[in-house]
């Protein structure tokens, strides 16, 4: 079963407006970590954000936040006042065993995000 | 603060030939991992480093793949023989406590 669900595979946004990429993921640990990267198309992965599965608040970074919903078990990132340089593909990961640098990171498929001027 | 460095960034060989890969973690950072992300897919761990010692390699094929990271710094992943399949990208990351930081990757191309 997948672990990490990204159902859209582009989405297209006019710049200066905000848009919501969608992440679902599938775990029965308690403790558990959520990240977001961008991979523009230079190849390398950028970190965005992160959200623990205790932290009560949504996490913001800038502009970006995530929209974290523990029951759904959905972690959307909302990316505000998009700008031409947003454009790239965006990955949703998981981190089981929360805590430390231990656990390798589990990656959804991905969203392809097209900023139009 | 340097980043991930990796090298090459690109490169072309036939099926059977054999390759390596290098990476070199940002300084400090005991915790290094080899990622393979085929094309339209999310990264894929092959393998994580604890300093020199293997934490994961249940993802690694190791009848082809092999992967060390002399004195817990820089790390090699080598593949012998490669196989069409194996074109991909390699990206190296390495992290201290909770965010990964990446490496630019190496495009592998198999003719």
């Known amino acids: 079963a997948q672990k990490i669900t990204q159902t859209q595979p582009g989405m297209f946004v006019q710049e200066k407006e905000a848009v919501t990429l969608d992440c679902t993921y599938d775990?029965?640990?308690?403790?558990?970590?959520l990240f977001w990267y961008k991979q523009p198309s230079s190849g390398e992965m950028i970190f965005l954000i992160y959200?623990?599965?205790?932290?009560?608040q949504n996490a913001t970074e800038g502009r970006y936040s995530l929209n974290f919903q523990k029951a759904r078990k959905s972690a959307n990132l909302v990316i505000s006042a998009s700008q031409l340089g947003d454009s790239a593909m965006y990955f949703c990961?998981?981190?089981?065993?929360?805590?430390?640098?231990?656990?390798?990171?589990?990656f959804g498929k991905g969203t392809k995000l097209s900023v139009k001027p | 603060e340097a980043g991930v460095a990796q090298s090459p960034r690109y490169k072309i060989i036939e099926k059977r030939q054999s390759v390596a890969f290098w990476c070199n973690p940002i300084s400090g950072h005991a915790t290094l991992y080899w990622y393979q992300q085929i094309l339209g897919q999310g990264p894929k761990l092959l393998i994580q480093?604890?300093?020199?010692?293997?934490?994961?390699d249940s993802q690694l094929p190791k009848d082809r793949f092999s992967a060390e990271r002399l004195k817990g710094v820089d790390s090699t992943l080598k593949i012998q023989p490669a196989k069409l399949e194996d074109s991909a990208v390699y990206l190296c990351?390495?992290?201290?406590?909770?965010?990964?930081?990446f490496g630019p990757g190496t495009r592998l191309t198999v003719t």
């Open positions: 775990t029965s640990d308690q403790s558990y970590g």
């Open positions: 959200q623990g599965s205790y932290d009560e």
């Open positions: 480093f604890q300093n020199n010692g293997v934490v994961d």
């Open positions: 990351a390495s992290s201290h406590f909770r965010e990964q930081y």
């Open positions: 990961a998981m981190r089981e065993r929360y805590g430390g640098s231990q656990g390798n990171l589990i």
